[in-house]
């Protein structure tokens, strides 16, 4: 197996974008990572989306980037995990640079989520059709129920919830391309819209549009390229029951903690050697679960973790930089790229305003539906 480096990142800015069609978003992210790596050949395309055929009616996404890329007749491959489809991409492209089957290896991933009247109902077929969106449960409604549980378990409390928004905006009012990157107050996020008790919209992320893309390659060939590599040294997934009901309890995260385990022992590493994290928060409660099932709080203690400003941008384990799901946004298909994009910035010393200190060692971490799937990279400066 060959070590893999990343060479080059690209993103779209974040948002609701009426001028941008799905290539569109496409293109111009994969553009700007090949221009960040100064390279023009790829062998290669795996893409993430979630659910094209239903936000846009466009399927056969592989083909399609491949043409409008200018790279016809490179194989090109679509992949899907729900909201982890850009991370499990990433992952694809990582596996076939490391087996040698290809050298350059352009990883994406892309979702036009605003063009459509019914982003719920497209996001819904992420759960359990049959037990779950049947019945009328949505993403806000099943992560309350995590959060309702959580609360009664541990003792997590509203503020706790509302804390994780206020930080995950504090630090997109630093990212330009941040789809809300406004600053807010725990009363704000109590006070805004109910979208699922205990969950108002500021505890939910948005729905937007947006693309993100980066360029892989063997490390012995990185140093050629214009940019510092930066090395991935842990890959680790797992799957969970699609239902949140058939888990034994809701308030923990299996797949989160294996895809976790899994990247740590690759890697060789434990949870106080990750400098900072970008973990997918697609709501208040979830970043709170995942930080604990990352192992950086104890059980029951990733509300106390974000209170205590452990995960602020001074903090000691930086959750988030990038403004997160929440403020950021999260074009579902994208996340799992986007992610990947602000952990290269940073340990590259590129990440402008949100810069934190001479990190080494960075973390992703991409979820599917209610934490059906999951995925984990970890990072490292060579
Ligand atoms: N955070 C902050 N502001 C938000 C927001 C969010 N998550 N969602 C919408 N807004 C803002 C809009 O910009 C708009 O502001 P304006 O009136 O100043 O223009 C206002 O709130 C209303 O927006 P609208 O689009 O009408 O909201 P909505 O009620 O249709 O959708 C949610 C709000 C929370 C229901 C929707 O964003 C959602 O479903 N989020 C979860 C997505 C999801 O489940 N993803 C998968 C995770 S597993």
Redesign the pocket.
């Known amino acids: 197996m060959r070590d893999v480096a990343v060479i080059g990142v690209g993103n779209t800015k974040f948002g609701e974008l009426w001028e941008y069609s799905l290539r569109d978003l496409f293109v111009e992210a994969a553009l700007k990572a090949l221009d960040d790596a100064g390279v023009d050949m790829i062998d290669s395309i795996y893409v993430g989306t979630m659910s094209s055929g239903m936000f846009v009616d466009q399927e056969h996404i592989g083909a399609l980037v491949a043409d409008y890329v200018g790279k016809k007749h490179v194989p090109a491959l679509r992949v899907e995990s729900a909201?982890a489809s850009g991370g499990f991409a990433f992952r694809q492209g990582l596996i076939e640079v490391a087996g040698g089957f290809s050298d350059i290896v352009l990883v994406g991933g892309v979702e036009k989520m605003t063009d459509t009247e019914d982003?719920?109902f497209a996001?819904s077929s992420a759960a359990d059709q049959d037990n779950e969106s049947y019945f009328g449960a949505t993403?806000?409604a099943l992560y309350a129920m995590i959060a309702r549980a959580h609360m009664h378990k541990y003792g997590t409390t509203r503020d706790q919830l509302a804390a994780v928004s206020v930080k995950n905006h504090n630090n997109g009012s630093l990212n330009p391309d941040a789809q809300?990157g406004r600053k807010i107050t725990i009363e704000a996020v109590k006070k805004s819209v109910m979208?699922a008790e205990p969950l108002t919209?500021?505890d939910?992320?948005?729905?937007t549009d947006g693309a993100a893309c980066a360029v892989i390659c063997p490390l012995e060939m990185a140093g050629k390229f214009k940019k510092k590599p930066i090395k991935v040294i842990g890959t680790g997934v797992a799957t969970d029951t699609i239902a949140l009901h058939s888990r034994e309890d809701i308030t923990t995260l299996k797949a989160v903690q294996l895809s976790a385990d899994r990247a740590y022992q690759m890697a060789g590493k434990k949870p106080g050697d990750i400098d900072l994290a970008e973990v997918h928060d697609?709501f208040t409660i979830a970043e709170i679960v995942v930080t604990e099932e990352l192992g950086f709080a104890e059980k029951g203690k990733g509300g106390l973790l974000v209170e205590e400003g452990k995960t602020a941008l001074d903090g000691e384990i930086p959750i988030n930089t990038s403004g997160g799901l929440k403020s950021k946004g999260?074009p579902?298909g994208a996340t799992g790229i986007a992610q990947v994009a602000e952990i290269v910035r940073q340990l590259r010393g590129e990440a402008g305003e949100r810069q934190i200190d001479n990190p080494k060692v960075g973390l992703t971490q991409n979820m599917g539906?209610s934490g059906a799937s999951s995925v984990t990279h970890i990072f490292e400066v060579v």
């Open positions: 909201c982003a719920t996001l993403f806000p809300f979208v919209i500021l939910c992320s948005p729905v697609c999260h579902v539906g």
